[in-house]
């Protein structure tokens, strides 16, 4: 015998935890990739040719491994599941989204579309809400597109 799934009654408080989650993990990545890319411009600043650093082969690796960690953590506590269809879209595809508003109004719009890309995906874990998640996802996604390739 199976129960019925049980979705909570209000969905808004952990929507919202989603969404400062995002809010703050987008603004600390923008603000981390921002310092790697002045320490590595110092350093190279003497080089003619291609010039990597150690910090900017570990940077995407480092910020997908924090953002994983961060968002299982805080969504497990928030109760957002199924964690495993809700975490990879948001960090697979935020770095479109994010790098679109990053290149069209700067880091206040990193800010509310980090909030805005993961109340979205986030609101896809309850049933009754996923058509709504899914269209809010896409259009964010095709707005970013646009930006980028428009």
């Not at 790697?36 to 411009?41: F, I, P």
């Amino acid at each position: 015998m199976t129960t019925p799934r049980t979705e909570p009654a209000s969905a808004l408080p952990r929507l919202l935890g989603a969404a400062v989650t995002g809010a703050v993990l987008a603004t600390g990545a923008l603000a981390y990739l921002s310092w790697v890319g002045r320490r590595s411009d110092r350093i190279c600043r003497t080089t003619d040719g291609l010039c990597f650093t150690g910090w900017n082969l570990t940077a995407v690796p480092l910020l997908f491994a924090v953002s994983l960690t961060v968002l299982l953590a805080v969504y497990k506590r928030l109760g957002i599941g199924p964690r495993l269809a809700v975490v990879p879209p948001t960090l697979l595809l935020a770095p479109i989204v994010l790098s679109a508003a990053h290149a069209a109004a700067g880091w206040w719009a990193v800010a509310l579309t980090g909030g805005a890309w993961s109340y979205s995906v986030a609101l896809a874990a309850w049933h009754r809400y996923r058509f709504w998640a899914l269209a809010a996802s896409a259009g964010l996604l095709l707005a970013a597109l646009v930006v980028l390739y428009g």
